[in-house]
Structure formats: C-alpha cells, structure tokens
C-alpha cells in the first residue's frame, strides 16, 4: 500500500472548517439580517468589504469553506453507497473549489 | 425447564436471535427463546441457559465472562455489545434482538468471521518494533510515566471489535483498516521503546488507512474499555499531515516518519 | 440481507458458505447518533452555499446597485436563514471535535478537551463580535 496524498486535501479540508466555524455564523448574521433590517448599509458593508484586508480575508472564506465542502460532500456520497466514480467525483469537487479560488482572487485581488 | 429458584421461575423473558445454519441450506431467521428473568443475569446467560437447556443448536462465542477476553460481542437491540456486561435488567420487559457483530460476515448463528481483522492487525504489525536492538545484558528500555501515559489509553484494546460493528465507514468498505487497528497502530507509534512508525505508515497512511475515516465517532462510544479509537485516528491524521509536507520541505525526509512522541 | 458467498482464506480450511449482510442505504436513520453525525456532515452544502454567496458578492463589489439588490433578494435571505443554523451546527461540533485532533501533553496529564473546546469557542465569540463590529465600522462613521 502506498501513503496517500490526501493530507493535501484533509489540511485544506480542516483550514476550510475552521475559517467557517469562526466566521460563518456571524457573516450571515451580518449580511441576512443587519443589512436586510437597515442596521448596516449595504453601501457601507461595501466599503468595508474592499478594504484590502477584507478582501484578503474574503478570499480565504471563499476559496477554504469551498475546499471543506468538496472535501466533505465527497464522503457523504461515499456513506449514501456511492461508490463509484470516485476520480471524476473527486475532480468535479476540487475543481469547483479550485475554480471558485482563481475567480475569487481574480474579483477580489486583481 | 427445571429451575429450583421459584422467585425467578415466575419472570421470563424473551430472546429474539439470529439463526444461520450454512448446511441446512436455508436463509437466515430470527428464533425467538424464553428464558427465565433474573436481574443478576447478562445476555450471556441467557444465551448460555438457551443453549444448556432449550437449544443446543445455537452457536456463539464466549469465554471469560468478565469483559476481559473480548470474544462475547454481538448487537444487543442493534448496539455492539458485549453481552458478558449487558444486563438482562437494563432491557427488562421488553425482547431484546441478538445479532452477530455488524457488517462481518457469518460463519454461523452469532459467529462472525474475524479473519481480516486479524490480517489487519498483521499489516499494520501491532507489535514493538524495537528503535534499538541491544543484547539483554545491557537492561531493560527505560521509560518514564510523562512517555508511559502518552499510548496506556490504547493499550487496554481487547480487539472485541464491537467498533468496527459501530463504523459505518467499516460498513460501507470492508477493506477499511478500521478503529481497532488502527489505535493498535498508534499503541506502538506512541512508545518511545517503539521504531516501527514507518513501517507501518505505510500501511496506516494509505487510503485504506486513517483517510477513510471521517470521523463518525461512534469507535469510541461503544468501547468498552474506553480505547478511544477515533481519537487514535484524527491524532494519527495530524502526524500523517506533517510527515507529508516534510516529506515535500525536505525531499528524502520521509523517511523519517514517526509519532509524535 | 439475503446473499451468501464463499471466501476461501489463506490460512485454514475454507469456511462454509458465509452470509454477508449487505449495509442498508438508510442506515444513518438507525441510530439518533448516526443521524447527528450526517446532519453534521450535510452542513458542507450550506458552507459551500455561503461561500458561493460571498462569490458573487464579492463580484459586485464596484457595481453599488447590483450589490445592493443581491443582498435585499428574498431568495438570498431566505436561503441564508435556512443555512445559518447548518453554518451554527458546524461551529458547534467543530469546536466540539478540536479536543481530540489537538491533543496537549503536561508531562503525564492531557489538557482537558473542555479548556481546548472552550477556547475555541471564547475565540469564537470574540472574533463574532468582531466581525459584526468590522463590518458596522465602515462607510459614513468611518
């Protein structure tokens, strides 16, 4: 048996649960109820948000939960009995978040 | 059924167990038994008192009665169980359902066949690799309490295997090195007496390996001597993880694997 | 349930037929634990969802109107309020999970899980409150 390379995958994986457990919760906070309820402006939230430190971060909470969520959803397909078509599964997910990375960085960095 | 205890002869309480007789050539069936209730009694001796005086046909494995010897699991009302430590009292009057061990397969009636766990454990050689071979005459391998502590948990593992009957992972790939296994794996990893963690990362780390895992937790709910196998896996997840970037920051590194001791 | 097989072995006679009982696709409803696990699991959808969110947000940063609309959609709100209990269900058995992959030694004693956990969600209040304060900071008041 050879080692396996998904500690590339796992560390991405746990970077993405992390960055969401500590931001998610309060972000949709944020942008489904303040904005919506007229506590914050959605001009000022979009300020605050091109700042380049917010941009750094919103790349990160874009392109990490994604790879988290690919990550995962490849197992839960596994623990509903399917098996099958693991690499063309496994590329869909990844790219997806491989994909959502370079636009995010593009939108947000260029 | 003669019993001379008149108190308990007016309880019963029935018992709905899995038949498989592979040379009869029939399917699989539920048989149900009455036994007498006795709240001192454990499945097991409900078991043995079908055997001994109802049905001698069933067929089971059992030895020491104590929780010790780890051979007495089977799903007790769909949990692993080992029925040496689970009392007809904690059911008491409802049926209780006796399966084999989840998700291996069946030679006969409550037996399971065990082999590739046994394999298993073989690949993964849960045994100490010495990290230096010196002659008896120079003494024992010392170790100190602080290095004793950081692998004990995993040492009381009786490979009952009701963890594996918990994994669903287990359950969904056979193949699955599994939460005993692997905690065995990380007994010796974590022994600083111990040089073998590269040897069997090889096997540890690979897909089949601590990767299938995704953490259920359910290993580590049912042990019954509290081994914590989940916690074996995701610790062993995080040593896999380092050893991989070293192995990219310092080509030739990797073979430097080891646990974190 | 019903399919027997034979598996000769290397060591040892070749056992009878064996009966391999095949895992049922509901199993994750057998068992309130396995169903948390899952629940857990599912949460990804929703983390994915949100990110996806914060995407097209992110795509109209200097398109003011655009940017505004996203956020007043009734859809989008919508949906976030479905998510955001998903998005709280993972924080929580995140943080829940930390003490096992963060395990520290003090000579002969593990750190207890609950220091580890709950600096973890200390961690998570703070950096809450100061997200919402972040984002309230902007624009006008400056």
């Given at each position: 048996?050879?080692?396996?390379?998904?500690?590339?995958?796992?560390?991405?994986?746990?970077?993405?649960?992390?960055?969401?457990?500590?931001?998610?919760?309060?972000?949709?906070?944020?942008?489904?109820?303040?904005?919506?309820?007229?506590?914050?402006?959605?001009?000022?939230?979009?300020?605050?948000?091109?700042?380049?430190?917010?941009?750094?971060?919103?790349?990160?909470?874009?392109?990490?939960?994604?790879?988290?969520?690919?990550?995962?959803?490849?197992?839960?397909?596994?623990d509903l009995g399917i098996k099958?078509?693991?690499?063309?599964?496994?590329?869909?997910?990844?790219?997806?978040?491989?994909?959502?990375?370079?636009?995010?960085?593009?939108?947000?960095?260029? | 059924?003669?019993?001379?205890?008149?108190?308990?002869?007016?309880?019963?309480?029935?018992l709905e167990v899995f038949r498989f007789l592979p040379d009869e050539g029939e399917p699989p069936s539920f048989q149900v038994?009455?036994?007498?209730?006795?709240?001192?009694?454990?499945?097991?001796?409900?078991?043995?008192?079908?055997?001994?005086?109802?049905?001698?046909?069933l067929s089971y494995?059992?030895?020491?009665?104590?929780?010790?010897?780890?051979?007495?699991g089977m799903m007790v009302n769909g949990e692993p169980?080992?029925?040496?430590?689970?009392?007809?009292?904690?059911?008491?009057?409802?049926q209780i359902k006796v399966e084999p061990l989840s998700y291996f397969p069946v030679i006969r009636d409550l037996i399971i066949n065990m082999?590739h766990?046994?394999?298993?454990?073989?690949?993964?050689?849960?045994?100490?690799?010495?990290?230096?071979?010196?002659?008896?005459?120079?003494?024992?391998?010392?170790?100190?309490?602080?290095?004793?502590?950081?692998?004990?948990?995993?040492?009381?593992?009786?490979?009952?295997m009701?963890?594996y009957s918990a994994c669903p992972v287990f359950g969904q790939n056979p193949?699955?090195?599994?939460?005993?296994?692997?905690?065995?794996?990380?007994?010796?990893?974590?022994?600083?007496?111990?040089?073998?963690?590269?040897?069997?990362?090889?096997?540890?780390?690979?897909?089949?390996?601590?990767?299938?895992?995704?953490?259920?937790?359910?290993?580590?709910?049912?042990?019954?001597?509290?081994?914590?196998?989940?916690?074996?896996?995701?610790?062993?997840?995080?040593?896999?993880?380092?050893?991989?970037?070293?192995?990219?920051?310092?080509?030739?590194?990797?073979?430097?694997?080891?646990?974190?001791? | 349930m019903d399919n027997d097989s034979s598996t000769?072995?290397?060591?040892?006679?070749?056992p009878a037929k064996q009966h391999i009982r095949k895992m049922p696709v509901n199993w994750w409803l057998k068992k309130?634990?396995y169903?948390?696990?899952?629940?857990?699991?599912?949460?990804?959808?929703?983390?994915?969802?949100?990110?996806?969110?914060?995407?097209?947000?992110?795509?109209?940063?200097?398109?003011?109107?655009?940017?505004?609309?996203?956020?007043?959609?009734?859809?989008?709100?919508?949906?976030?309020?479905?998510?955001?209990?998903?998005?709280?269900?993972?924080?929580?058995?995140?943080?829940?999970?930390?003490?096992?992959?963060?395990?520290?030694?003090?000579?002969?004693?593990?750190?207890?899980?609950?220091?580890?956990?709950?600096?973890?969600?200390?961690?998570?209040?703070?950096?809450?409150?100061?997200?919402?304060?972040?984002?309230?900071?902007?624009?006008?008041?400056?």
């Open positions: 048996m050879a080692r396996s390379n998904e500690p590339a995958f796992w560390s991405l994986f746990s970077a993405g649960g992390m960055v969401a457990a500590f931001l998610f919760p309060a972000a949709i906070f944020i942008t489904a109820y303040m904005v919506p309820a007229g506590k914050i402006e959605a001009d000022n939230l979009r300020m605050v948000m091109s700042h380049p430190i917010s941009r750094l971060l919103l790349v990160a909470m874009i392109s990490l939960p994604l790879f988290h969520w690919a990550h995962r959803f490849r197992f839960v397909l596994v099958g078509f693991k690499l063309p599964i496994a590329i869909l997910f990844y790219g997806t978040a491989v994909g959502s990375t370079i636009c995010a960085a593009y939108l947000l960095l260029v | 059924m003669a019993t001379t205890d008149t108190q308990s002869s007016t309880k019963t309480m029935k038994y009455e036994v007498p209730y006795r709240d001192d009694w454990v499945v097991l001796d409900a078991l043995n008192y079908i055997k001994d005086e109802i049905d001698g046909t494995r059992w030895s020491c009665r104590m929780g010790v010897c780890g051979s007495c169980k080992l029925t040496c430590s689970a009392f007809l009292r904690d059911y008491y009057p409802q082999d766990f046994i394999d298993k454990m073989g690949e993964v050689k849960t045994w100490l690799i010495p990290a230096e071979d010196k002659p008896i005459e120079d003494g024992e391998y010392l170790q100190t309490p602080a290095q004793l502590a950081k692998y004990k948990q995993f040492t009381m593992c009786i490979n009952c009701l963890c193949d699955f090195i599994g939460p005993a296994a692997i905690a065995l794996g990380q007994r010796y990893n974590l022994d600083s007496r111990d040089g073998g963690a590269d040897e069997r990362a090889d096997v540890l780390f690979s897909d089949e390996g601590i990767w299938e895992c995704t953490f259920v937790g359910e290993c580590s709910e049912v042990c019954p001597k509290n081994v914590d196998p989940a916690g074996a896996i995701q610790m062993a997840k995080v040593t896999a993880t380092n050893d991989w970037f070293k192995s990219f920051l310092m080509p030739g590194g990797r073979k430097k694997s080891g646990g974190n001791k | 000769p072995t290397a060591a040892g006679p070749v309130p634990a169903l948390r696990y899952m629940v857990r699991e599912i949460t990804c959808l929703f983390v994915g969802g949100y990110a996806m969110f914060l995407l097209m947000l992110a795509a109209r940063l200097d398109k003011p109107e655009a940017f505004e609309t996203l956020l007043a959609s009734p859809l989008a709100i919508g949906l976030q309020w479905v998510a955001l209990p998903f998005a709280i269900y993972h924080s929580v058995t995140w943080f829940n999970l930390t003490p096992k992959v963060l395990v520290i030694w003090r000579g002969e004693d593990k750190l207890p899980g609950f220091l580890i956990a709950g600096a973890h969600y200390a961690g998570w209040l703070a950096v809450s409150a100061g997200l919402v304060y972040f984002a309230m900071s902007g624009g006008t008041d400056g």
